[in-house]
């Protein structure tokens, strides 16, 4: 009104607000469409990006400048609707754009799937904020031959459309700019039109699509997983490889170069020697006695599980980047649905080889209350994490096939069952499974790079103290006797059920701490000879369904309430030692020696 | 049973056949919503990709996999 001779387009944009805190602008967005690089390129702070949905499963925040004006950027997990039924990582977002707490919204969509992103846009619409929408993977949209008018959408919409490829960075300086002039959705829906017609006369006017383009290597390979004669092979495929890169490069050669070598011959001797000059026994034996925190504590976390995560972490970086991980969920699902879940669960099943603790949470994906109560049951007892795993092979991978064959068996058939008498005796229901299955893609190795460079940076600062105070724990006990007295109070059931050295006991201590620590504890005793093959059958199967770790009790704690972790905790106890007795009793009887 | 002529049930469809979806079955479950929100809704077009063990459909550039239940309530006239 001030200045009624300026000409609309021209009115200066206001760069500096005042304001009582940073501008929020949220990413919303279906799930798997790329919230998460656009987060990274706009804040420049990484969080792990995969071909999945489901890989954000809470709200990260981080700072990004836009122009001169500081903003938080809010990053959400996916959501397919904001109204109705929805999981908990879909209230997440849903709570965050109601709350007010996003001023602003950009809707990041898969601009392949146009007609979808849309009717979360009306959807969108219903709250009132400025939008605006990115259509992301433009290139890979092209590519299937979608072809959409930008500006004749733009302006249908009231909003600024930006055309986006945002794991290349392009469209992120249009959608910088395009910041400042978000509004409002035009009009909305009328009264008397649902979501999908709208969004369905809107793909019709502004999408047309045309003949593919897509790699032909590409299809093939899509189809090939998912179908039961090229893809089980390719399944068993996998596995093997997977196993030569941890089992074999990691668990063996590289274990073999960093313990043997880098500590047995260099570290520890000069470790020792350098602490021949401590006048104190007391703490030279705390750095390099057999309780000692380089001796044991360094070794353990440096030369022995290190290696086995590390190569872990990469192949399993690239599985996810595929969109491989998905396919398994039509494979998984007639089983899943038998323990009370469905073909979805594979995805927390699979991350939890990666770590029972941020498998714990994503379980969040899954539909309902018994979903994520089972499967996080499931998760406690029996998924060993990748460094348990790798520890497994590597002791009984040198015993025989069979042995390998007998823990993993006695290990599945527990999950099967308890998930079997769970879904029969828990209330509540499992939910249908309809699961999005995303393209294959060929990894990126910038990403594949900064993800495992990121987790093994996460094992070191988040294993390597736990390491040491664990380390500490157990100097200390076997310094005031403790550990005798562990020895001796669990002697009936180490012993007596379960067979093994009473030394077992305190690898068992160990386990309670991280999972891995006990494994690597166990892989020194049967490599030092202190275990039979049919004890260490026993002792790994044991272990593999003992107690989930504390990071893991606490995430269950954290994500259940108190009362259910203490009760998982307790029956997962009982189970672990209960199967590892008769399982002692069943080999000894057959007089198996593997 | 559906009435007319030429429309059928998505999971009793072979890997191949296409079509556009008529209705979608609702009960007290969320499972019509759950697909809506998929974009898998009455006037959507698809293609059954494969049947065994579970079905696998393309809708709108999306392949999506279902379990049988969930094709039964889908109704699909074939193109």
Same mark, same amino acid.
Request: charged letters at 15%.
């Given at each position: 009104?001030?200045c009624?001779?300026?000409?609309? %387009?021209?009115t200066? &944009?206001? *760069?500096?607000?005042?304001?009582?805190?940073?501008?929020?602008?949220?990413?919303?967005?279906? +799930?798997?469409?790329? &919230?998460?690089v656009?987060?990274?390129?706009?804040?420049?702070?990484y969080?792990?990006?995969?071909?999945?949905?489901?890989?954000t499963?809470a709200?990260?925040?981080?700072?990004?400048?836009?122009g001169?004006?500081?903003?938080?950027?809010?990053?959400? +997990?996916?959501?397919?609707?904001?109204?109705?039924?929805?999981?908990e990582?879909?209230?997440?977002t849903?709570?965050?754009v109601?709350?007010?707490?996003?001023?602003?919204?950009?809707?990041?969509?898969?601009?392949?799937?146009?007609?979808?992103?849309?009717?979360?846009t009306s959807?969108?619409a219903?709250?009132?904020?400025?939008?605006?929408?990115?259509l992301?993977?433009?290139?890979?949209?092209r590519?299937?031959?979608?072809?959409?008018?930008?500006?004749?959408?733009?302006?249908? *919409?009231?909003?600024?459309?930006?055309?986006?490829?945002?794991?290349?960075?392009?469209?992120?300086?249009?959608l910088?700019?395009a910041?400042?002039?978000?509004?409002?959705?035009?009009?909305?829906?009328?009264?008397?039109?649902?979501h999908?017609?709208?969004?369905?006369?809107?793909?019709?006017r502004?999408?047309?699509?045309g003949?593919?383009?897509?790699?032909?290597?590409?299809?093939?390979?899509g189809?090939?997983?998912?179908?039961?004669?090229?893809?089980?092979?390719?399944l068993?495929?996998?596995?093997?490889? =997977?196993?030569?890169?941890?089992?074999?490069?990691?668990?063996?050669?590289l274990?073999?170069l960093?313990?043997?070598?880098?500590?047995?011959?260099?570290?520890?001797?000069?470790?020792?020697?350098l602490?021949a000059?401590?006048?104190?026994?007391?703490?030279?034996?705390?750095?390099?006695?057999?309780?000692?925190?380089?001796?044991?504590?360094?070794?353990?976390?440096?030369?022995?599980?290190l #290696?086995?995560?590390?190569?872990?972490?990469?192949?399993?970086?690239?599985?996810?980047?595929?969109?491989?991980?998905?396919?398994?969920?039509?494979?998984?699902?007639r089983?899943?649905?038998?323990?009370?879940?469905?073909?979805k669960?594979?995805?927390?099943?699979v991350?939890?080889?990666?770590?029972d603790?941020m498998?714990?949470? @994503? @379980?969040r994906?899954l539909? =309902?209350?018994?979903?994520r109560?089972?499967?996080?049951?499931?998760l406690a007892l029996?998924?060993?994490?990748?460094a348990?795993?790798?520890t497994?092979?590597?002791?009984?991978g040198?015993?025989?096939f069979?042995?390998?064959?007998?823990?993993?068996?006695?290990?599945?058939?527990?999950?099967?069952?308890?998930?079997?008498?769970?879904?029969?005796?828990?209330? %509540?229901?499992?939910?249908?499974?309809?699961m999005?299955?995303?393209?294959?893609?060929l990894?990126?190795?910038?990403?594949?790079?900064t993800?495992?460079?990121?987790?093994?940076?996460?094992?070191?600062?988040e294993?390597?103290?736990?390491?040491?105070?664990?380390?500490?724990?157990?100097f200390?006990?076997?310094?005031v006797?403790?550990?005798?007295?562990i020895?001796q109070?669990?002697?009936?059931?180490v012993? %007596?059920l379960?067979?093994?050295?009473? &030394?077992a /006991?305190e690898?068992?201590?160990?386990?309670?701490?991280?999972?891995?620590?006990?494994?690597?504890?166990?892989f020194?005793?049967a490599?030092? %000879?202190a275990?039979?093959?049919?004890?260490?059958?026993?002792?790994?199967?044991?272990?593999t369904?003992?107690? #989930?770790?504390?990071?893991?009790?606490?995430?269950?704690?954290?994500?259940?309430g108190?009362?259910v972790? *203490?009760?998982i905790?307790?029956?997962?106890?009982?189970?672990?030692?209960?199967?590892?007795?008769v399982?002692n009793?069943?080999?000894?009887?057959?007089?198996?020696?593997? | 049973?559906?009435?007319?002529?030429g429309?059928?049930?998505l999971?009793?469809?072979?890997?191949?056949?296409?079509?556009?979806?008529?209705?979608?079955?609702?009960?007290?479950?969320?499972?019509?919503?759950?697909l809506? /929100?998929?974009?898998?809704?009455p006037?959507?077009?698809?293609?059954?990709?494969?049947?065994?063990?579970?079905?696998?459909?393309e809708c709108?550039?999306t392949?999506?996999?279902?379990?049988r239940?969930?094709?039964?309530?889908i109704w699909?006239a074939?193109?």
């Amino acid at each position: 009104m001030s200045c009624p001779h300026a000409i609309e %387009g021209l009115t200066p &944009k206001p *760069l500096l607000r005042l304001r009582a805190h940073p501008l929020r602008i949220a990413l919303v967005g279906n +799930p798997n469409v790329g &919230k998460s690089v656009i987060f990274g390129r706009l804040t420049g702070r990484y969080v792990t990006v995969s071909n999945y949905p489901g890989t954000t499963v809470a709200v990260t925040r981080g700072r990004a400048t836009v122009g001169a004006e500081v903003c938080d950027i809010i990053d959400t +997990p996916g959501v397919n609707m904001l109204e109705g039924a929805l999981s908990e990582d879909e209230k997440v977002t849903r709570d965050l754009v109601a709350s007010g707490n996003a001023e602003l919204i950009v809707q990041v969509a898969d601009a392949r799937n146009l007609r979808r992103a849309l009717m979360l846009t009306s959807q969108i619409a219903a709250f009132g904020r400025p939008t605006i929408l990115v259509l992301n993977m433009i290139d890979e949209a092209r590519a299937r031959g979608v072809d959409i008018d930008t500006a004749g959408l733009a302006a249908e *919409l009231g909003i600024p459309v930006i055309e986006a490829v945002a794991t290349e960075g392009r469209g992120l300086a249009e959608l910088r700019e395009a910041l400042t002039e978000a509004a409002p959705l035009d009009g909305g829906i009328a009264a008397g039109v649902t979501h999908l017609q709208w969004a369905d006369e809107m793909a019709h006017r502004f999408r047309t699509i045309g003949p593919m383009s897509l790699g032909r290597f590409q299809e093939w390979l899509g189809r090939a997983v998912r179908e039961p004669l090229t893809g089980l092979p390719i399944l068993i495929l996998v596995l093997y490889l =997977t196993y030569l890169a941890v089992g074999v490069l990691g668990a063996q050669t590289l274990v073999g170069l960093l313990e043997d070598g880098l500590f047995g011959t260099w570290l520890n001797p000069w470790a020792r020697s350098l602490a021949a000059h401590i006048p104190i026994a007391f703490v030279r034996d705390f750095l390099v006695g057999d309780y000692g925190l380089v001796t044991m504590g360094m070794t353990y976390a440096i030369a022995i599980v290190l #290696p086995v995560v590390s190569t872990f972490f990469l192949v399993f970086g690239i599985l996810e980047d595929s969109g491989y991980i998905p396919r398994l969920a039509i494979f998984s699902d007639r089983i899943f649905r038998a323990m009370g879940l469905n073909g979805k669960a594979v995805l927390p099943m699979v991350l939890g080889l990666g770590c029972d603790t941020m498998a714990t949470m @994503t @379980t969040r994906i899954l539909a =309902t209350p018994k979903e994520r109560l089972i499967a996080i049951l499931l998760l406690a007892l029996g998924v060993p994490c990748s460094a348990q795993l790798a520890t497994i092979m590597g002791i009984l991978g040198g015993v025989s096939f069979w042995a390998l064959l007998t823990l993993f068996g006695v290990v599945v058939f527990q999950m099967i069952l308890v998930g079997f008498l769970a879904a029969r005796l828990l209330p %509540g229901d499992r939910s249908d499974f309809i699961m999005e299955l995303p393209p294959m893609r060929l990894p990126r190795l910038g990403n594949l790079a900064t993800k495992t460079g990121l987790r093994v940076r996460w094992y070191l600062g988040e294993a390597l103290p736990l390491f040491l105070v664990g380390t500490a724990l157990l100097f200390a006990l076997d310094r005031v006797g403790g550990l005798a007295v562990i020895a001796q109070a669990t002697r009936p059931v180490v012993s %007596g059920l379960l067979g093994l050295p009473p &030394k077992a /006991a305190e690898v068992f201590v160990m386990g309670f701490l991280r999972r891995d620590y006990g494994a690597a504890g166990m892989f020194l005793m049967a490599r030092d %000879g202190a275990l039979t093959h049919v004890q260490a059958v026993v002792a790994l199967t044991v272990m593999t369904l003992f107690v #989930p770790c504390v990071a893991n009790f606490l995430m269950i704690v954290k994500e259940r309430g108190l009362r259910v972790g *203490l009760a998982i905790l307790g029956f997962v106890t009982v189970m672990a030692v209960g199967t590892g007795a008769v399982l002692n009793g069943v080999l000894r009887f057959f007089h198996v020696a593997f | 049973m559906w009435p007319s002529e030429g429309v059928h049930q998505l999971s009793a469809l072979p890997a191949g056949a296409r079509g556009r979806i008529v209705r979608v079955k609702r009960d007290l479950t969320p499972r019509a919503e759950r697909l809506a /929100a998929l974009g898998v809704g009455p006037g959507a077009r698809i293609t059954v990709l494969q049947t065994f063990p579970g079905i696998v459909i393309e809708c709108d550039q999306t392949e999506l996999a279902l379990e049988r239940v969930v094709g039964s309530a889908i109704w699909i006239a074939l193109e």
